[in-house]
């Protein structure tokens, strides 16, 4: 590994409650991994030891997709035992010493945390659904037929569909966001509450930092059971499910969203500010109300610290002016709140290849992101540039892509195991055929491939996580206006007396660009950003320009 980045033993998570405020966070998708025991299926132990290369990066904290005991009917998001983990990815002991690695390097843990909705094997749903009358029969969403037999109302799986299952036994419907097997819980009923805080108190008490929430605005549906509108076909967005998908013809008014979700956010915040220095970060599903929602969810300090939603997750490259727009929103939605961003995420193609980026633009995007008020959540893989793999129908897992191929190829492309090495058939991940498929052009710009290449894109994000370490306005600063100036969005960010300008070419041409009034000196050019003029300055195309106030 190179000496300059090399792993700080021992450096500990030192003392700042808010570290989360701007900190980065690495995302994780432990199937893919590393495998440690020849299985083809990554696992905790093998995260235990990739954690000194994680710690490289300069990291604040690692965010672990599911290894709960489940089905994996949605690879882990369908949990049937909160308090276990899934032998697939090892032991609770195999837990506690990844957590110890992980603090004893100086990185925190955050846990991915499925609330809304369990596996239908959870013997919490399997009492239920026995009968009408056990001690766990509202436990989950339950609701009688319409009179000729049809669901009660309108409501769609994102999975395709309707939302609502058949249930013989109980002669009623079951409400599943998801994939029939995984049954919504029932979030008005007080014992439910009661039983996730439970959960989460466990995995407090193990020492864990925080919690992403997955759908955590899908937690507490409309008690009426109110059918939702239809959605106008010019503001469907394929963010949340593409196209061919009908759950994109529906505004998802009553289905979640629903205001009673502040009360629990309420109790589970209160829990949370019983351990020190801990936080969560809530993922707001929903293209139309997701700035509204991230708003509401984390204004103040009585609610989740920070939530992302799906600005930046979308089909179409940002453009110069979208980035000045989604921020003026976030002004104005999040004013008292906390964003969290992220480019890439384990349920949507790699923005490498969802943007169609060249190694410029990944470049100037990597420093926009890491220069942004907000957290970041960086995807394992995308600090090498990885992009899509074409995962071929015969390979495929993921139940979304079997169900809307080929127009819709699922998220497996995007799961594919994490490349370490090119001079290994399976890129060091494993001494076993990979679960997934690897990406043939994957090898060559593997870990290992880049990490003594100072000029690699792999070194480009670890000096820009450096680089916002060095400079606390861009992690916990406020910052101007972002304006876009004939495609070149810039911006200021200040704190504790210190002034940035951050300027970025999001254009495929060389631009003019007018220094604003005072005195500046160049930083960055170690990240590619321009020397300064002496009134305008000529950036590159997909070039950066980043100045601090003198």
Sequence with gaps: MNAQFSAQTGA???????????????????????????????????????LPYV???????????????SPMADFGYDVSDYCDIDPMFGTMADFDEMLAAAHHLGVRVIIDLVLSHSSDQHPWFKESRTNRTNAKSDWYVWSDPKEDGTPPNNWLSIFGGSAWQWNSRREQYYLHNFLTSQPDLNFHCPDVQDALLDVTRFWLDKGVDGFRLDTINFYIHDKLL???????????????????????????????????NLDFLKRFRALL????????????????????????????????????????????????????EVMANVDEKVADGWPCW?????????????????????????????????T?????????????????????????????????KGRDGCRTPMVWQQDNSNAGFSAAKPWLPIGSDHMGIAVGAQTNDADSLLNHYRRC???RKAHPELAKGTHSTLTDTDGVLHFTREYDGETML???????????????????????????????????TKLGAWQPLLAKKI
């Excluded at 990066?57 to 690692?62: N, Q, R, T, Y």
């Excluded at 959540?377 to 995308?382: H, I």
């Design 273 to 324: 500010d019983e351990y020190e220095d801990r936080t969560a970060v809530g993922e707001v599903g929903d293209p139309q109300m997701g700035l509204d929602i991230m708003g509401q969810y984390t204004a103040g300090d009585e609610r989740v610290h920070m939530c992302y939603s799906f600005e930046f997750l979308s089909a179409h490259l940002p453009t110069a002016n979208r980035f000045a």
């Design 55 to 69: 710690a490289s990066l300069g990291v604040d904290a690692i965010w672990i997709s599911p290894f709960f005991k």
């Design 12 to 50: 500990g998570l030192g003392n700042d409650p808010d570290w989360w405020r701007g900190g980065v966070i690495y995302q994780i998708y432990p199937r893919s991994f590393q495998d440690s025991n020849d299985d083809g299926i990554g696992d905790l132990k093998g995260i235990t030891q990739r």
């Design 342 to 374: 992220a480019f890439s995420n384990h349920d949507v193609i790699r923005h490498a290849s969802r943007w169609d980026l060249q190694d410029a633009a990944k470049r100037c995007l990597a420093t926009l992101l890491l220069t942004l008020r907000g």
């Design 226 to 260: 109110r059918s939702n509108p239809p959605l106008p076909v010019d503001q469907r967005d394929e963010s949340i499910a593409p196209r061919v998908n009908p759950y994109n013809h529906q505004l998802h008014l009553y289905s979640k969203n629903q205001p009673e």
């Design 502 to 536: 951050c300027a970025f070419n999001l254009t495929d041409n060389v631009k003019d660009f007018a220094l604003p009034p005072g005195k500046w000196g160049a930083i960055g050019t170690d990240l590619g950003a321009a020397d300064l003029g002496a009134t305008t």
């Design 465 to 467: 996580i450096q680089f």
């Design 376 to 408: 970041v959540c960086l995807y394992q893989g995308e600090e090498l540039g990885l992009g899509e793999v074409d995962v071929t129908f015969d390979e495929l897992q993921d139940p979304y892509g079997i169900e809307f191929w080929p127009e819709f």
